[in-house]
């Protein structure tokens, strides 16, 4: 039995009761690995005030639903668990939930690095950040182009 869950929304989650959903009526779960991911103060060495997402409805999901098909063709996973914010996000907001069940704790782990690498760097999202100086776009980064090429994943947004 496997459960797999992408969601795009603008309303804040709770990682206990996403936890409890990707569990639920799964006895084989010996593990759960969680990363949540949040709009912090300072990016690139600028103080951010303020972040916003945009992404393309149904492309966006689809994106991400082939994500996990990657990550169930590497690991053995029992369920899998994406929520993405979008729109506007005050600081210390949660912007991301990945959650991934497992028989052992070793494979949730992996998925759930694996998969974050891998939403980071190829899912269509477009990040805002307001700054001092006004909003500025969010280009891709290097370090998460890298983080991605150690799964052997060329990533595609260069």
């Known amino acids: 039995m496997h459960t797999d869950t992408v969601t795009i929304q603008t309303a804040d ?10 569990r639920e ?4 779960v010996g593990a ?3 990363f949540i991911g949040t709009v912090r103060d300072r990016s690139e060495g600028a ?22 098909a990657e990550a169930r063709r590497r690991f053995a996973l029992r369920g899998v668990r994406v929520i993405h914010r979008v729109g506007p996000l005050d600081l210390g907001d949660q912007i991301v939930l990945v959650a ?7 494979e949730a782990f992996q998925a759930c690095e694996f998969l974050m690498d891998y939403l ?8 805002k950040e307001t700054t001092p100086e006004g909003a500025r776009w969010v280009d891709a ?5 890298a983080a991605l090429a150690r799964w052997g994943i060329e ?3 260069a």
């Open 141 to 145: 980064r290097v370090a998460d182009d």
């Open 25 to 28: 009526g799964d006895g084989g």
């Open 100 to 106: 991934v069940s497992s028989a052992h704790r070793g």
């Open 32 to 34: 759960v690995a969680a």
């Open 120 to 127: 980071k760097t190829q899912a269509p999202f477009w990040k």
């Open 13 to 22: 989650f709770d990682l206990g009761a996403e936890v409890a959903r990707l």
């Open 47 to 68: 103080s951010v005030s303020a972040m916003e997402l945009e992404h393309y409805p149904g492309m966006t999901e689809r994106a991400i639903e082939a994500m996990i």
């Open 155 to 157: 990533a595609r947004n």
